[in-house]
């Protein structure tokens, strides 16, 4: 079991940047695929980024890909989210998760077994 702490987060102006980082409890973080995904109020969860256990393999959804990166650091049992020219319809909650399947399809929300609390962002205009 892990558990997921988000103590990112915060308030940035439009197209300015921003990194998220979350720190994992436990002994398998390193085996895990790892994911961010973002909800805004009122909306479903959507997925934002992946990166598989040994960080050589990343993934981004459509609306981010060349703006945002995904790391990690199975020494830290830490991941980030590198944030770029951000817009102000990217204000969302921001949530980091853990994917357990050997085989993942990284977008697929259902596959991620443990959660953070989330972290909020806001982007000003």
């Known amino acids: 079991q892990a558990q997921l702490v988000e103590p990112g987060g915060g308030l940035v102006q439009a197209g300015g940047s921003l990194r998220l980082s979350c720190v994992a409890s436990?002994?398998?973080?390193?085996?895990?695929?790892m994911g961010w995904f973002r909800q805004a109020p009122g909306k479903e969860r959507v997925f934002v980024a992946a990166i598989n256990w040994s960080g050589a393999g990343t993934y981004y959804a459509d609306s981010v890909k060349g703006r945002f990166a995904i790391s990690r650091d199975n020494a830290k049992n830490t991941v980030y989210l590198q944030m770029n020219s951000l817009n102000p319809e990217e204000t969302d909650v921001y949530y980091c998760a853990a994917n357990a399947r050997a085989t993942p399809v990284y977008p697929r929300i259902s596959e991620y077994r443990y959660w953070g609390q989330g972290t909020p962002v806001t982007v000003s205009s």
């Open positions: 436990g002994r398998t973080f390193s085996s895990y695929t």
